[in-house]
């Protein structure tokens, strides 16, 4: 029998999370998320889970704030500790501990006309059909990767996203343009393929489509930080400068707040239409 380790899994409160988050349909990113500041945190301070204290949290926040880390992720991490500590520990000091306010930031976006100079400059067909499917349905990089053929209704021209942000599904039109390369992807893969996949014929990674974004705003010659997120910002602002509703957008978005779409109200120039510059006046 072996005795070298008293090691039992079932009794790993890191694991017991783990399953936990399972068990209430975290996404694989949250649970990863969660897990790696929690146990950071844990590592840190160097205390077991109950004998943590809520000065011992805020002087890890502090810690990271301190390393220059956005809001965004300070406020990951804040709830990551406060599910932990709060919703399993059932402890309470988070009472006392503020999140990181969030710097304003507009979105950068691309005209048309940027899009076009893009995909004109795009030789390979694969990351041609990338880019166009981003920027032409607004769908998050991480819901282009899990795009199966299956999800595609041709007869209708659209797109089920199957279980994006927030384990929703949703529907978003698809451009006619790429009807002829998409059906003929139809045509020679099952239905459970991948639309995108590597040379090992597995799915292909949000770092690889990351890249291919990058690179083709570089031949372009796009003085801009271009990311799959800039042609999603680029779709939802083309939309409602050329009149849809605000909330038709939310819903082709996947947004389940209103007040996250209402961002692109602040970088669409329809508002701006018909103002001239001081300059511009005679």
């Known amino acids: 029998m072996n005795t070298t380790s008293n090691y039992r899994p079932s009794r790993d409160p890191l694991y017991l999370l783990e399953q936990e988050m399972k068990i209430r349909n975290f996404s694989q990113k949250t649970i990863k998320s969660y897990l790696h500041y929690i146990t950071k945190c844990l590592n840190w301070s160097n205390k077991s889970p109950r004998g943590i204290s809520g000065e011992d949290i805020r ?52 005209s048309k006309q940027e899009i076009i100079r893009m995909l004109e400059r795009i030789e390979n067909k694969k990351h041609h059909c990338i880019i166009s499917l981003l920027y032409d349905t607004g769908l998050r990089v991480s819901e282009l990767t899990h795009i199966k053929m299956r999800d595609f209704d041709f ?46 014929s597995g799915r292909l990674t949000e770092t690889t489509i990351q890249k291919v974004v990058a690179q083709a ?66």
């Open 59 to 110: 002087l890890y926040l502090e810690k990271l704030a301190e390393n220059n880390v956005s809001a965004s992720t300070l406020n990951t991490a804040y709830s990551a500790l406060r599910f932990y500590f709060v919703s399993i520990l059932h402890r309470n000091f988070f009472v006392y501990i503020p999140r990181a306010k969030k710097s304003n930031y507009l979105p950068v976006v691309l």
């Open 155 to 200: 007869d209708r021209m659209l797109l089920r996203v199957f279980q994006g942000k927030g384990k929703k599904d949703r529907m978003v039109i698809l451009p006619a343009k790429l009807k002829e390369v998409l059906t003929g992807q139809a045509r020679i893969k099952k239905a459970d393929d991948f639309l995108f996949t590597n040379g090992r």
């Open 217 to 282: 705003g570089s031949k372009a010659g796009l003085h801009k930080h271009i990311h799959p997120h800039t042609l999603r910002h680029s779709f939802a602002t083309y939309l409602l400068e050329n009149g849809t509703d605000i909330r038709y957008i939310q819903e082709l978005l996947g947004h389940a707040k209103l007040q996250t779409t209402q961002i692109y109200t602040h970088v669409a120039n329809k508002n701006l239409q018909g103002i001239k510059s001081p300059l511009d006046f005679n």
